[in-house]
């Protein structure tokens, strides 16, 4: 396998693998030791700005980014909180800026806030989820912001940071089966678990839903509480016309290009995180919603690679698109902007993916059946979860697919060079299927997130 150097460790991560060696990686789904934790740092969790409360299955991570750009975009500055991270931890902490955009945690701001936190746990049992998750706290309790964006880790009900009791609004954004062994395996169950983190009387906004069952549930909690509710395709809306972005609720029509994330996915996802700004007390202009289509983003969703270490070993001119997509729901919608590209421009498609084996790899892959040319898989780096690439392979071929291992991912995309056949398009290459894969890629790409 060819791989490339990695730095030194920070202090910060440095403070990250002594807590790991001490606490359990894994989820143990409950709120008794953070809230505990958090009494002893003095309920940092209390002294925050508004929160904009994010969960759901797929497009939680992109409402985020988008609700990050819309606040900036008025000048708010905000610190947002997102999971996993791809390359670096710091990623999951970006601290806001006055008028200007957030930049990722300082590294000495986080190792303090990490040694404080590790400190005040006086070694009780405790998850390095947790830990992390009341650093997040410590850090945006002590640094001025106008808003938080708080990203979901698992599920809603028992996850770390749903010790938040008056958030600003709760986003629920669609949800699918993922995570069964934590989560239940209906969507209902589900649906159950990620409406956790409504609070009485507080605003909800509710993404677009594939399952009428999962709406169902979340509007009915919305209501048992007494939230002021807002519902994807009843109270707003988005869509396409004439290469535009048209967002409308009871103000009105906004007619905004479309967002700087590819894939129409995005347009439900922008109009949540609209919704969501809004119904958080916060000052959306047209203006505003404009700037903040064209300067939202959000890495390993749809990432064009246009430059970096790996382009060198694909073909010369080749389209090559990153997406940590893991999941079947995940699969149709990628699948979805595969198929729109190839109408645009046809190009023979190949998948280099990676998975954990928490996944419903057969899923995935059955949404490229009709699209893929050929799959090469690959194998995590660093995650004991990792698929086995032999396994992932004999998965696409269950979903229709051709497939083969690769050591690696440069590995692959040598191997569709030298298929490569004189005269024919350069090919388009989707690389992903996790965002664990997707953190690998972008350390071997030399382009972390900044």
Known sequence: MTTMNQPVASAAEQEIERLMTLHPKGFDLSLERITRLLEVLGNPHL?????IHVAGTNGKGSCTAFCRALLEAGGYAVHVHTSPHLVRWHERFRIGVKGGRGQLVDDALLADALRRVGDANAGQMITVFEILTAATFLIFSE???DAVVLEVGLGGRFDATNVITDPAVSVIMPIALDHQAYLGDKVELIAAEKAGIMKRRCPVVVGAQEFDAARE???ATAERLGCPLSIYGQDFSAHEEFGRLI???????QDLPLPRLPGRHQFANAAAAIRAVKAAGFTVTDATMEKAMGMV???ARLQKLVEGKLLEFAPPGSEIWLDGGHNPA???VIAEAMAAFVERQPRPLYLVTGMINTK???GYFRAFADLGEHVFTVRIRDSEAGLDPVVLANAAFDAGLVAEPAGSTIEALQEITRRQLPGSPPPRILIGGSLYFAGNVLADNGTPPV
């Open 247 to 253: 967002y409308q609720d009871e103000d009105g029509l």
């Open 47 to 51: 002294k925050l700005p508004p929160v």
């Open 360 to 362: 419903d790899p057969v």
């Open 297 to 299: 983003e959000w890495p």
């Open 330 to 332: 995940g699969g149709e």
């Open 217 to 219: 549930v979340l509007v």
């Open 143 to 145: 640094q001025p912001a």
